[in-house]
């Protein structure tokens, strides 16, 4: 069946740099639309970036120009690089993966399936 796990998250300061990841695996199908989303606590859940196979890549407007999201076709492996971080950066981060394009990035539904999370606490 479809996995997804997370890796990478920690501790950083404020104006720093992490990289998280995102191993994909049990399925087949060469077109899919991965993404990124964060939740911290008492918050909603919210999308933070997303990219389909062909490597086209939006950001929410909370990120944009800080963060990247990336994928490894060859290692099935998706990436976010988040560079100056905030401490409103700090969220629990989840990667998520749907074979289809319901025409909203950002909506949750879009989404079959989802990583257990990594952590990400940033001090200021």
Do not use: H
């Not at 859940?45 to 060859?74: C, H, L, M, N, P």
């Not at 998706?78 to 100056?84: D, P």
């Not at 319901?102 to 399936?113: I, L």
């Amino acid at each position: 069946q479809v996995q997804l796990v997370e890796s990478g998250g920690g501790s950083g300061q404020a104006g720093g740099s992490l990289r998280l990841s995102c191993a994909a695996s049990g399925y087949t199908a060469s077109w899919n639309y991965m993404a990124w989303f964060r939740q911290a606590p008492g918050n909603e859940r919210e999308w933070v970036a997303g990219i389909d196979s062909g490597g086209r890549s939006t950001y929410a407007d909370s990120v944009k120009g800080r963060f990247t999201i990336s994928q490894d076709d060859a290692k099935n492996t998706l990436y976010l690089q988040m560079n100056s971080l905030k401490p409103e950066d700090t969220a629990t981060y989840y990667c998520a993966l749907s074979f289809r394009y319901s025409g909203t990035w950002y909506s949750r539904s879009m989404y079959n399936y989802w990583g257990q999370g990594t952590q990400v606490t940033v001090s200021s």
